[in-house]
């Protein structure tokens, strides 16, 4: 089954520690996201790649950088989380046409930071 | 900016019953609307996507309904049971084709009693 896959489900770091979560799909989309969610709120968008062109949302912390290698992969890097960077972490993709294509997501990874 | 509301916040019904999950978008200029399903601690698993030019959309024992000029999307399900039991989540794309960031509702945590 096509899919959008997210490694790990769990990852517990420690304050300041770099982390790496990754995404990989087989719906081969062309445009991939990362949402952040927090408790209680909805998903909130931190970046999205169309094809290799990088997108940062104004209001993303600079802690947060992203990579895509190639379509299928994409990674988040946070390189010194702190506290308040304990969330779910989502990967999304959706095809390149227009702005409100459907968007697909991951399972998701829940980070702790300790 | 475009604002998503969800009525209500959360809702327990008995097994068996149909129920009627409310979404309401403050600029009606969109281009679909989507309903997702959260599990806890999960991702978000698409359930629907209506178009903008579609009145209503059915999947299985759910029908999403669209009225674009009031600003309105409903969820019903029919004969709801436990396993449904989750939060659901409507989301609209933005109509400016340089972003991408779902503007998503605050959901309505659902409890279906067996």
């Known amino acids: 089954d096509a899919m959008v896959i997210q490694n790990p489900r769990y990852q517990v770091t420690q304050f300041g520690k770099p982390v790496t979560l990754s995404c990989s799909q087989t719906l081969n989309h062309n445009v991939m996201y990362w949402y952040q969610q927090k408790s209680s709120q909805a998903p909130k968008l931190l970046f999205h790649y169309y094809d290799k062109d990088f997108n940062n949302e104004a209001d993303t912390p600079d802690n947060f950088q992203s990579r895509r290698p190639n379509t299928s992969f994409c990674f988040l890097d946070i390189r010194s989380p702190g506290l308040g960077d304990a969330a779910m972490y989502l990967c999304?993709?959706?095809?390149?046409?227009?702005?409100?294509?459907?968007?697909?997501f991951g399972p998701g990874t829940r980070l702790t930071v300790l | 900016k475009q604002e998503v509301t969800q009525i209500p916040a959360a809702l327990s019904v008995p097994e068996g019953e149909n129920l009627v999950l409310n979404c309401s978008f403050t600029?009606?200029?969109?281009?679909?609307l989507q309903w997702f399903r959260q599990d806890p601690g999960k991702g978000l698993t698409s359930l629907l996507l209506i178009q903008s030019s579609q009145r209503e959309q059915t999947s299985g024992r759910l029908n999403a309904s669209l009225d674009k000029s009031s600003g309105r999307s409903t969820l019903y399900i029919a004969a709801s049971q436990p396993g449904d039991s989750a939060t659901y989540l409507c989301?609209?794309?933005?109509?400016?084709?340089?972003?991408?960031?779902?503007?998503f509702g605050s959901g309505t945590r659902l409890q279906v009693q067996p």
């Open positions: 600029d009606s200029a969109i281009y679909n």
């Open positions: 989301a609209v794309p933005p109509m400016d084709t340089g972003r991408r960031a779902l503007t």
């Open positions: 999304a993709t959706s095809r390149p046409q227009g702005a409100g294509n459907e968007q697909f």
